[in-house]
């Protein structure tokens, strides 16, 4: 795994893992809702957060995923806010 800061996660599990230790689903971190897309024709999800002052579920991340045989084979994470060329809303 790839740990530096903007450094490319490789693997679905090290995608995830990273997240975990970093406190997602820690409380004020586990209120998400996704919203399944693309990025470059591979399957993606945008996802929003929701934090325990904030009623608005506010676009955090996405997720692009890479299928090989039908499972995951890899995970990349980035920050989505900000970037109008994903055509997902900022609010849900």
Do not use: C
Not at 17 to 25: I, T
Not at 34 to 63: C, E, K, Q, S, W
Not at 81 to 87: R, S
Request: glycine share 8%.
């Amino acid at each position: 795994m790839l740990s530096e800061p903007g450094a490319w996660i490789v693997t679905a599990k090290d995608a995830v893992d990273g997240w975990v230790s970093n406190g997602l689903f820690q409380r004020g971190y586990d209120d998400w809702r996704g919203v399944p897309t693309t990025v470059n024709r591979m399957p993606a999800a945008g996802l929003y957060l929701r934090t325990p002052d904030d009623p608005t579920y506010r676009l955090f991340t996405i997720a692009v995923l890479h299928i090989a045989d039908g499972k995951i084979a890899e995970l990349t994470g980035f920050d989505a806010t900000d970037k109008p060329w994903l055509d997902l809303s900022p609010t849900l």
